[in-house]
């Protein structure tokens, strides 16, 4: 059965920070890129960052670059997303995603086949 968790949401000080985990079971992540989506209130589900299924290629959207960091671990089944001097506009549902890594590159989002169920970051002072 294909699983995917994501936890280490929470509340949090603009400036501050929160590191998420997306725990995979089910398949093996040597074959899938991984993603990290978010979806704010009155907004489209947008894809914020990705790795590949090597975990040498990543990829930020813009309004992140600099600030998060995805990393993964295969052996632990393990994606990080690590994010740094959280503003308030980065409140939103965070998932992560899984697509397997043939279906071209982890940046193509809408061939995540694979999603958790959502953990929520606030941030707010």
């Known amino acids: 059965q294909v699983q995917l968790v994501e936890s280490g949401g929470g509340l949090v000080q603009p400036g501050g920070s929160l590191r998420l985990s997306c725990a995979v079971s089910g398949f093996s992540l040597d074959y899938h890129d991984i993603g990290w989506f978010r979806q704010a209130p009155g907004k489209e589900r947008e894809g914020v960052s990705c790795i590949s299924s090597s975990g040498r290629v990543t990829s930020y959207t813009d309004s992140v670059k600099g600030r998060f960091t995805i990393s993964r671990d295969n052996a632990k089944k393990t994606v990080l997303l690590q994010m740094n001097s959280l503003k308030p506009e980065d409140t939103a549902v965070y998932y992560c995603?899984?697509?397997?890594?043939?279906?071209?590159?982890?940046?193509?989002?809408?061939?995540?086949?694979?999603w958790g169920q959502g953990t929520q970051v606030t941030v707010s002072s």
């Open positions: 995603a899984a697509k397997r890594s043939f279906r071209g590159l982890c940046i193509e989002w809408g061939f995540y086949d694979y």
